[in-house]
């Protein structure tokens, strides 16, 4: 039984890029007949905004990627307390009493040596006398997990293929903050096992909190005696990029509300996001079913994915193409049964153009002027308009014969006067929505 989890930081909005972290772990899930949990990253009191948890909440449905069920961090503090408390009677966390600006100072220094900027764990030899002396200052301590250096961390992961990480190259992560609040790396780690997450797919710019992650697991069942259970499986994808190929600031901003605005899908999203970055073509697949059955990780690429907004329209104009009446009923105007959506939906780029189309059958409608001879021609058409089951195309016939024209100048004066427009959706599917004598009165009307 597989179960994921989506983890935002309710902080700001979902942007594309955790869009489509979150589509791929509930996809990943529902391929299996899984778990696909969304859990809330809040225990940044400062920082995280109920307004946007209900953001997520809706951004996700709207997307159509429903949570199986929701956690808060914030609502799980005693059992990263718990964690805590074990990992230290365990000697795993250590408290350190540097301030921002010495740690800055020290990372310069170690830059400047030409050596990496690893945390060099000046708190671990502070002896019990020091520690009072620093909290009698009034500085109180933040915490770090302490890795064992000691260690090759190894695991296969999903997509990029075999990992390994020397500890000793890692810094002991800080972990709690003075004011005893929690950093993302332990609470993640204990609800990743708590929660029984058996794949844990993010970005790639995660790969090396796996590592650390990897030994506060273990580091977890040891101290608080659990099972040995496996650990999850880990994949990282590559990030996606902007079509310029560069990390954008752009796509940062780009959530749900932006693409709703210009009139995308939600399933022209899912569709280009369940692809990008793997060995399937982007295609415009409205149906979930097969985007879940092509799933994969193995068809995950390392190179970045590029995020194309010209591909992105390509996909929703076909996807809207495909649309049934049913799932866009509720944003069409008001009157437009389902031949009205079948008559206009090939014509659209969005769904909420429908109403620019639709006027053409409601009215008015504005004429061009016409010669003498396109006024005879347009008499003579409401002359021999019959209504049947295909008007248009009795209508053409008939006129074809009774004045010999054919192509342009037979079909266009009739579109321009039934329509007031050159172009437009299929006059055959039109002109029975116009109706008999509306057809017939805007057939006099440019005739004179
Ligand atoms: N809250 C973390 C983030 O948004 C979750 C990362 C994870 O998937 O573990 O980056």
């Not at 500890?167 to 609800?191: E, H, K, N």
């Not at 496996?230 to 902007?242: R, S, Y």
């Not at 022209?268 to 369940?274: P, R």
């Not at 031949?339 to 153009?353: I, S, Y």
Request: charged share 30%; proline share 5%; net charge negative.
């Amino acid at each position: 039984m597989i179960t994921t989890r989506f983890a935002p930081s309710p902080t700001g909005r979902l942007h594309v890029g955790n869009i489509r972290t979150a589509l791929h772990n509930w996809m990943l899930a529902r391929k299996s007949g899984g778990h696909f949990l969304l859990r809330i990253d809040d225990t940044d009191a400062e920082r995280s905004r109920e307004e946007y948890v209900d953001a997520i909440r809706a951004d996700l449905a709207w997307l159509g990627l429903e949570p199986d069920g929701e956690e808060r961090q914030s609502l799980r503090l005693e059992l990263y307390e718990a964690a805590f408390e074990a990992l230290r009677g365990a000697g795993r966390v250590y408290p350190c009493y540097e301030s921002g600006q010495e740690l800055d100072l020290k990372r310069k220094i170690a830059l400047g040596r030409g050596l990496p900027p690893i945390y060099d764990r000046a708190a671990l030899r502070l002896g019990d006398a020091e520690r009072a002396a620093k909290e009698a200052e009034g500085i109180k301590p933040h915490w770090r997990f302490k890795l064992d250096h000691a260690e090759t961390i190894e695991w296969d992961d999903g997509i990029r293929g075999h990992q390994h990480f020397e500890a000793a190259s890692l810094s002991d992560p800080v972990i709690r903050r003075a004011d005893g609040s929690w950093l993302y790396m332990l609470p993640s780690a204990v609800d990743d096992i708590e929660m029984g997450i058996t794949h844990v797919l993010r970005g790639e710019d995660h790969v090396s909190n796996t590592a650390v992650q990897i030994q506060m697991f273990t580091a977890l069942f040891a101290a608080q005696h659990l099972e040995q259970r496996n650990l999850p499986h880990f994949a990282h994808e590559a990030l996606l990029v902007g079509s310029e190929g560069k990390l954008s600031k752009r796509l940062g901003a780009l959530g749900c509300d932006a693409f709703r605005e210009k009139g995308i899908e939600p399933q022209a999203l899912v569709a280009l996001l369940a692809r990008l970055g793997t060995s399937l073509p982007v295609e415009p697949i409205a149906d979930r079913a097969a985007l879940i059955e092509s799933f994969d990780l193995s068809i995950f690429g390392r190179a970045p994915a590029r995020f194309d907004d010209a591909e992105l329209e390509r996909i929703n104009k076909a996807i809207i193409h495909q649309l049934d009446f049913t799932e866009v009923k509720d944003r069409l105007p008001a009157g437009m049964d389902e031949a009205g959506w079948h008559a206009v939906r090939p014509n659209l780029g969005a769904v909420a153009e429908a109403g620019e189309w639709w006027r053409l059958v409601t009215g008015p409608i504005t004429q061009p002027e016409f010669s003498d001879d396109d006024r005879a021609y347009l008499a003579e058409a409401a002359r021999l308009l019959a209504w049947g089951d295909d008007p248009w195309h009795s209508l053409t016939g008939a006129l074809r014969e009774s004045t010999g024209r054919k192509g342009k100048p037979l079909f266009l004066p009739l579109r321009q006067a039934l329509t007031g427009m050159d172009h437009g959706p299929d006059m055959a599917e039109l002109l029975p929505l116009i109706g008999e004598t509306e057809a017939r009165a805007r057939l006099e009307r440019a005739a004179g």
